[in-house]
């Protein structure tokens, strides 16, 4: 998984990605800098610590998220130049967005203000798709004239089609919030569109917020009542000082200052919420590992993230419920309990689940 973070200038958007990273990228800039800075996350995941211990597995890979703290602009134009090539390759955005007033650091508008911030750069979001949609119709036009009579009966009917697409982004529908039927997919297939992608938003509020997160939070989904949408409040500032530190000491602090969960906990779980992910897991003395697959996926589909080969030669998949394993103790007690079933290639491989996957070569 791979999330693009943007941000207005000064909003703290290096500072979360520091934080969710254990990055060290310069903070310094106000949004200027030119180039991404990309690091990787390890999801969180007791269970894995748990199974690698049961397994005395030599191993301990926990499933990743990349996030690319996209370039900056001295501008607020946040999909511009390099940033949009960089957005084509994401699997979902995450803005932030400040909630915390810093005297040596102005807010461009002069004031801050989350609720228009957020509402700015969504417009923005639909403003990228209908110019894009724009550029793309021109150019059907314009190559009508050179087309034989089917083709060009079916060019424009798919003027008419992304005509209908823009006029619903001009009403404020984003792309993520609607479904597209046969003829509206047919017509934007080659086209990347910036609104189809699932909108995080980290509310970077300041220390003296922390006490209100979760009233913050409820105005936050209040805001963010589309699909494939959700929110988040964070002090980027204090999580990026705190995941500085050695573990005990980071947990101390945490308790010391009534912070809560960590911020890459919280948004990894939004994250796979808002995205529709869940982890099944492998075991065994070699490595103990989990793996991110969409939920609803069929065992097949489960192997050939592990390996394209397992999934093209899959014949069934060996599976325990992480709880079961867990009460059971060993492999061989869960099968005793008939816990430890054979399915097929029909089986939606559920969140936890422990797996071996069994395919000819």
Not at 11 to 29: H, Q, V, W, Y
Not at 276 to 296: C, H, Q, Y
Not at 300 to 315: L, N
Request: aromatic share 6%; with cysteine.
């Amino acid at each position: 998984m791979k999330i693009g973070i943007i941000g207005l200038p000064a909003s703290g958007k290096t500072t979360i990605f520091n934080s969710l990273t254990r990055g060290k990228a310069d903070t310094g800039g106000f949004g200027a800098a030119r180039s991404a800075n990309v690091g990787v996350a390890h999801v969180p995941d007791e269970r894995v610590d748990i199974l690698t211990r049961m397994f005395k597995s030599k191993k301990t890979i926990y499933a990743e998220v990349t996030y690319v703290d996209l370039p900056g602009s001295s501008s607020d134009d946040l999909f511009e130049g390099e940033a949009m090539a960089h957005l084509q390759q994401v699997d979902a955005i995450l803005h932030v967005v400040r909630d915390f007033e810093a005297g040596s650091v102005p807010h461009r508008q002069g004031s801050v203000d989350y609720k228009r911030d957020i509402e700015k750069v969504a417009f923005d979001i639909l403003f990228a798709d209908i110019a894009l949609l724009e550029r793309r119709i021109e150019r059907l036009t314009g190559s009508l004239k050179g087309l034989k009579s089917a083709d060009r009966d079916e060019a424009e009917k798919n003027i008419d089609t992304l005509k209908r697409l823009q006029e619903d982004l001009e009403n404020g529908t984003a792309f993520r919030d609607r479904d597209l039927d046969p003829a509206e997919t047919k017509a934007i297939s080659d086209t990347f569109t910036l609104s189809s992608l699932p909108l995080l938003v980290a509310l970077n509020i300041g220390e003296d917020d922390i006490a209100d997160t979760a009233e913050l939070e409820q105005e936050l989904a209040k805001l963010l009542d589309g699909r494939s949408t959700g929110g988040a409040a964070i002090c980027g500032s204090l999580e990026e000082e705190l995941v500085g530190m050695p573990a005990e000491e980071e947990a101390e602090m945490r308790a010391g200052l009534d912070a809560g969960e960590p911020g890459l906990s919280r948004m990894i779980k939004l994250s796979y919420k808002v995205l529709g992910l869940n982890s099944f897991l492998t075991v065994g003395e070699d490595e103990t590992r989990a793996w991110t697959i969409n939920i609803g996926a069929l065992a097949p589909k489960a192997a050939g993230v592990i390996h394209s080969d397992i999934e093209r030669g899959f014949i069934r998949a060996e599976t325990v419920a992480y709880n079961d394993f867990i009460e059971c103790g060993t492999i061989a007690e869960a099968r005793n309990r008939g816990l430890f079933r054979q399915e097929g290639r029909d089986y939606v491989v559920q969140d936890g689940d422990i797996v071996n996957f069994l395919f000819s070569v």
